[in-house]
């Protein structure tokens, strides 16, 4: 059974930083992208940021550009999101999934989420 754990969430002020990891256990990680969605309370599941299978290739959503930076390593089958400037709409439960590089669809199975709350 596939394993993800992802975790980094936590309560921050409005400006703050916080780093999320999302490790996955799928022996086939490294040949599929990688992809951070999050969802807000009363609102669908929505794309962040991806990464190609090499860490090459990255691709964000417009209100994010320039504050979130995501990375992954393969060795350790985990993907992360470095989220700089945080703001009150970042509010959300934050998940990863494997995707093909370019569509941005989840294949995967998803993890419990980890939650981050931005407010002061």
């Known amino acids: 059974q596939v394993q993800v754990v992802e975790s980094g969430g936590g309560l921050v002020q409005p400006g703050g930083s916080l780093r999320l990891s999302c490790a996955r256990s799928?022996?086939?990680?490294?040949?599929?992208?990688m992809a951070w969605f999050r969802q807000a309370p009363g609102k669908e599941r929505e794309f962040v940021a991806s990464?190609?299978?090499?860490?090459?290739?990255?691709k964000y959503v417009d209100s994010v550009k320039g504050r979130f930076t995501i990375s992954r390593d393969n060795a350790k089958n985990t993907v992360y999101l470095q989220m700089n400037n945080l703001k009150p709409e970042d509010t959300a439960v934050y998940y990863c999934?494997?995707?093909?590089?370019?569509?941005?669809?989840?294949?995967?199975?998803w993890g419990q989420g980890t939650q981050v709350t931005v407010s002061s």
């Open positions: 990464i190609s299978t090499s860490g090459q290739n990255t």
């Open positions: 999934n494997m995707i093909n590089y370019g569509l941005d669809r989840p294949l995967g199975s």
């Open positions: 799928e022996r086939t990680f490294s040949l599929y992208g």
